[in-house]
């Protein structure tokens, strides 16, 4: 079944078409990543499905039902974990989760068990009665995900919950994502970050420029380009590189340098290898290990929209 199906969703705000005749279908148990640039459109996508939004034109589907406007049986089948973090820092832990539970309908016995469930789920048990300005960054972003997940929602959408964060939190927020949608939720998720996208989504839809421009699983989009390679190459340690150098050499089309890791990218039919290796020589580049791959994808995103996706 389809949880979500938007046909030709237009919004505009003045001149500027935020969403431009989108179709987009989301079915049951997915994991949806939707990517794009900044301005290509997704958050707005993102505030009409959350009822922030009224679309301008274009019908909606939630839940194997066409719905005119967003009501309140569908509003207390969908949790929203908004970008911007929305809990009250004068409530407790426990206190935010169970007001969020309550808008929901939830209420006694039910509110309360349902609460110390949600805390528990992303490991805020023991910080329930602690107020969250005295929480991380990660640790209110897991609480923001408690207040959303509290009433058991078909329907999860995550607007970018990792941004800002420490690399624990941010694993915990991504084994929660994978644990909610092996309990059954279905969740559309938004990123900066490519790698989760490959980590987390069974299907991706990438926007820009207010449409939906291309959408598949990671391997599908990646099989769009085919027109390149990627030499990645494994250096030694305390190595100085200059990505403009390796730009220069012909046949080099992007460098990315990951701490000891250097990704260049280039034609499929390209023979740079031997310029690059003879780049290293020169420089007394230590290599530790080299291996050729596809395309990956985020040159598949580059590809397609000129941008990286943090642009």
């Not at 967003?70 to 409530?91: F, H, M, R, S, T």
Request: glycine share 8%; proline share 2%; hydrophobic share 40%.
């Amino acid at each position: 079944m389809a949880i979500v199906a938007v046909k030709k969703i237009v919004k505009r705000f003045g001149d500027i078409t935020a969403v431009d005749h989108v179709d987009l279908t989301i079915q049951e148990g997915e994991i949806y990543g939707l990517l794009g640039p900044n301005g290509a459109g997704k958050s707005t996508m993102i505030n009409i499905l959350c009822d922030m939004v009224k679309r301008d034109s274009g019908d909606l589907w939630l839940f194997g039902h066409k719905v005119n406007k967003i009501g309140k049986k569908e509003k207390e089948e969908i949790g929203v974990v908004p970008q911007n973090i929305a809990i009250y820092d004068d409530l407790t832990a426990k206190e935010n989760v169970m007001f969020f539970g309550s808008l929901y309908g939830l209420k006694g016995d039910l509110l309360k068990e349902r609460t110390l469930e949600a805390l528990a789920f992303v490991g805020l048990l023991d910080q329930q009665k602690k107020l969250p300005k005295t929480f991380s960054g990660g640790m209110k972003r897991r609480l923001n995900i408690a207040c959303a997940i509290v009433h058991h929602p078909k329907l999860i959408i995550m607007d970018e919950p990792t941004v800002g964060i420490d690399t624990q939190s941010r694993n915990q927020i991504l084994n929660a994502v994978k644990k909610l949608n092996s309990k059954g939720s279905t969740i559309i998720y938004t990123t900066h970050y490519m790698e989760e996208a490959e980590h987390l989504c069974t299907r991706i839809g990438i926007m820009d420029h207010g449409k939906v421009i291309a959408e598949g699983t990671c391997e599908e989009l990646q099989s769009i380009v085919t027109d390149r390679k990627s030499i990645v190459i494994q250096t030694g340690i305390d190595q100085v590189i200059k990505p403009e150098s390796l730009k220069s050499i012909r046949g080099v089309l992007h460098v990315t340098i990951d701490e000891h890791v250097v990704t260049i990218e280039c034609p499929k039919e390209s023979d740079c290898i031997t310029d690059v290796l003879a780049y290293f020589a020169q420089q007394k580049i230590v290599i530790r290990d080299i291996k050729m791959q596809g395309v990956s994808l985020e040159t598949a995103f580059l590809s397609l929209t000129g941008r990286r996706l943090s642009d």
